[in-house]
């Protein structure tokens, strides 16, 4: 797929009023109640990626452009290290823990949990959802969704506008999943962008088996640069697909009555402390980037913490569609320029976050991790002070200042949402299926599950 210019984008979005670095002048709110709504989710997606360069040039232009178009927020926190419950909380605005859901052999939620989609739908929406892999299909991030469609890894098409054209008076909720970050070979489209010498394997794909060789490199220069250069690449690859989702919005007409987000389930752990992997809740898997796009709305920034399950009550809210007083979230729109009275407010909150057998409560400046297997942490439990050692290279004990007061916390949000239901039980995974875990950096984590 050609890479549509920056030009192209900006015209889908009509946006050609607009210079850069002033941003637009807030579109008139003609419908704000009936919006469409596209929610791009790119599996893996670390935050610092998202404006990051190579060479001098961005190595995602065209979600650059969109950033400054955007409400950016800068301190997004996912709610889980694995795709699954962080999917789940983008869709339903719950915490993992009250779906009986930590990672990724939790088929489905648990229980009568409404998600997003359908609430939309009872309301009028259509939905479709796209999802990058087979095994996260209909009755995974699919589920309430009017249509369903897997996108095959590496085939960059989404069908979008034919599914607008459909039927193009309703209002829409499209949500498009893609793992194209995990590690997989770079797509042949994408292996131009980059010198082939810089990835330092045959033909610019990573291989199985370098794969496997490279990945318990951990500390090894030359491994990091080899994984960091994939990474980029195929982040590189997939800008190309967010430019190609844009063009769609204005071939179908419907650019400016769209809210476009742009965030990830989770970031990537990049050999920054024990693994290639995600899985974990070290700030490289936990901070996301998030983009919300309103022609209502100004661009900015916003250093509020927040979190994925704020999304789905923002998406009701900005679809006036009255509150789900269940979900964990909060709507985003308080934070959005221009102030409106009508948006109500929102509290900066301690992020709960789960992957297998860990939980963590991060705070702007803290996190604390709980395990219930922790090899070699004492007591179970790791304490990281994020303004002293953002990197989180030196868990401090339960002595260190305010310590004790987020583990209590912590404590009481774990009884609160995982004692009381109880976790489903875990389905026996196919061969087939730990080969593919294991072929995407999961193999270790497999092997000693709880090592966070
Ligand atoms: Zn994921």
Redesign the pocket.
């Known amino acids: 797929m050609a890479v549509p210019t920056l030009r192209c984008v900006l015209a889908a979005l009509v946006l050609s009023a607009c210079t850069a670095g002033s941003g637009p002048e807030p579109a008139a709110p003609e419908s704000p109640t009936r919006p469409n709504f596209l929610v791009i989710d790119i599996?893996?997606f670390g935050a610092d990626w998202l404006l990051a360069e190579r060479d001098g040039a961005r190595i995602a232009p065209t979600m650059t452009m969109l950033a400054s178009r955007s409400q950016r927020f800068t301190r997004a926190i996912s709610q889980a290290g694995?795709?699954l419950p962080?999917?789940y909380s983008l869709l339903t605005g719950h915490y993992p823990l009250l779906l009986n859901v930590v990672d990724n052999t939790h088929p489905a939620w648990d229980g009568n949990t409404r998600s997003l989609a359908e609430t939309l739908g009872y309301y009028g929406y259509r939905s479709v959802a796209y999802w990058g892999h087979t095994s996260l299909g209909p009755n995974q991030l699919g589920r309430g969704f009017g249509s369903t469609a897997t996108t095959e890894q590496g085939d960059y098409t989404v069908p979008l506008s034919a599914w607008i054209a459909e039927e193009p008076e309703r209002p829409f909720f499209a949500y498009v999943h893609n793992?194209d970050l995990?590690y997989a070979p770079i797509p042949t489209a994408a292996l131009h962008l980059y010198e082939p010498a810089i990835f330092g394997c045959t033909g610019g794909h990573l291989m199985t088996e370098e794969y496997e060789a490279i990945v318990g490199k951990v500390g090894d220069a030359a491994a990091h640069t080899h994984m960091v250069a994939h990474y980029e690449a195929r982040i590189h690859a997939f800008d190309a697909v967010v430019a190609d989702l844009l063009n769609q919005l204005g071939a179908s007409g419907v650019a400016n009555d769209t809210v476009i987000v742009l965030t990830s389930?989770?970031g990537e752990d990049l050999g920054d402390h024990v693994m290639y992997a995600?899985s974990v809740l070290f700030d490289t898997v936990l901070r996301i980037p998030l983009l919300i796009w309103d022609p209502t709305r100004k661009p900015g920034e916003v250093d509020t913490m927040v979190q994925t399950i704020d999304l789905a009550p923002t998406i009701l809210a900005r679809a006036g569609i009255p509150a789900d007083r269940t979900m964990d979230g909060q709507s985003l729109l308080p934070l959005m320029q221009p102030e409106s009275p009508a948006d109500g407010s929102y509290e900066e909150r301690v992020v709960y976050s789960v992957t297998t057998t860990l939980t963590s409560a991060r705070t702007r400046t803290s996190k604390g991790i709980r395990a219930s297997v922790a090899p070699g942490a004492g007591s179970g439990r790791r304490f990281y002070d994020l303004l002293a050692d953002p990197g989180e290279r030196h868990a401090l004990d339960e002595a260190a200042p305010g310590a004790a007061a987020l583990f209590a916390g912590l404590e009481a949000w774990h009884e609160e949402r995982a004692i009381a239901t109880g976790l489903v039980p875990r389905v026996e995974l196919l061969e087939a299926q730990k080969k593919d875990l294991q072929q995407r950096g999961y193999f270790q984590l497999l092997d000693k599950s709880g090592t966070p």
């Open positions: 599996d893996s694995w795709t962080a999917a793992i995990h389930d989770h995600h």
